[in-house]
Structures are given as structure tokens and as C-alpha cells.
């Protein structure tokens, strides 16, 4: 298994969707293999998305790659995690900011916020105070641990949340799928957005609700 996931990282380096040393090394640190459900461990190495249950899914590693490049994570960030699902992002995300950053994850679908915070724990980043999961409505943002330096959204929106632009930093980036595109959103003032439009890729659609 471990040279199928080395494949695969090389195989993401070799068409330029990873680049980043400390991306790279977060790839391989936190393995795919962790977050995905028990039948699909086989596939944990493909390079598409796969189901979590609950019409939800750990999105495609090409996919995570593209989009953390684009956020540019650096040690010490505070980052909001929308839609930690697995948790995989959320881990990997917890890898960028180091000792002294913090990752909040935020999840909606119970069963996926305690899948997801299991397969954290497998990890020392909780223990260690870098990473705090919650469960909630992630288009709410988390407004009691704002202002966030970055912020990663993980399920399409179909426009983007004012309640995550007001949470982000003036400087800060946030990265999310909206309309069958990836958007690059840098806030320059508490007024003015900068937004960067990557087309091509499909996610499954953030979720307002749930029935309890």
C-alpha cells in the first residue's frame, strides 16, 4: 500500500498539481488510507473521490492538492475547516499550521463529525491543541473563533456565504467550490474581494439542514 501512495504523490507532482514542499510532506504524512471507510480502503490510492456515507464523500486527492496550493497555508495560520467530512483536510490542514497554528473543523452530518474526529485521533493534533472539531452548520462559519487567516470549503455553495467573507482576516484567503468551479476569494478590506475563478471540478453541495 505504501507504494501506491507513493505513486500517487509522484504521479500529482510529476502534473504539476503539487509543488509545495510542505504539501508534499503533508501528503505523505497524513495518509488517505485513515479517512476512508472500511470497503474502499483498497481504493484509498486512486485518484478519485470516494463515499463517506451519507451522499458525502472525501474528495479526490488531485482535487485537495489543486486547492491547497491555491490557499497557501503557512505555519502559525488560524484556519477554519468547512465540511471536515473524513477529516483528511482537516489533518492535513493541521500538518501546514504547525505547533503553534489552529485548525477548526466544522461538520453538519453527526455520524461524520465522529467519523471524522476518530480519524483525526489517529493523529497527535488534537492532544496537542492544534486542531478543535465541531458540529455545525459550516455556512455559518465558527463567528466565537473568527477572524480566520484561512478558510477551506469543501462542498459547493451557490454563492459565497457572507458569514464565512466576514469571518476571514483582511489579508486572509479563502478557497471554495461554487458552480462547478474552484474560487480563490482574497479579502483586501472589510468591503473589497478579490476573486479567482478555476474552473472544471464538481463537489457535493453544502448542506443547509439536517433531520434529526
Known sequence: ???????????????????????????????????????????????????????????????????LELLDVKPGNIVLDVGSGSGWTTALLAELVAEKGKVYGIEIIPELYEFGKANVMRYSYINKGIVEMYRGNGIYGLKEKAPFDRILCSAEA?????????????????????KNSLWLVTKKSETDFENEEYPGFIFVPLIEKIKE
Not at 24 to 53: C, H, M, Q, V
Not at 165 to 176: N, P
Request: aromatic share 8%.
Open 1 to 67: 500500500m505504501e507504494s501506491q501512495k507513493n505513486k500517487l504523490i509522484e504521479e500529482l507532482i510529476k502534473d504539476g498539481f503539487l509543488k509545495t514542499p510542505s504539501i508534499i510532506e503533508a501528503f505523505k504524512k497524513i495518509d488517505r488510507l485513515n479517512f476512508t471507510i472500511e470497503y474502499l480502503k483498497n481504493d484509498a490510492y486512486r485518484n478519485s473521490p470516494l463515499a463517506i456515507g451519507f451522499g458525502q464523500t472525501i474528495s479526490q486527492p488531485l482535487t485537495v492538492a489543486f486547492m
Open 158 to 178: 451557490q454563492e459565497i456565504p457572507r458569514p464565512l467573507q466576514e469571518q476571514l482576516k483582511i489579508g486572509g484567503k479563502m478557497v471554495l467550490p461554487m
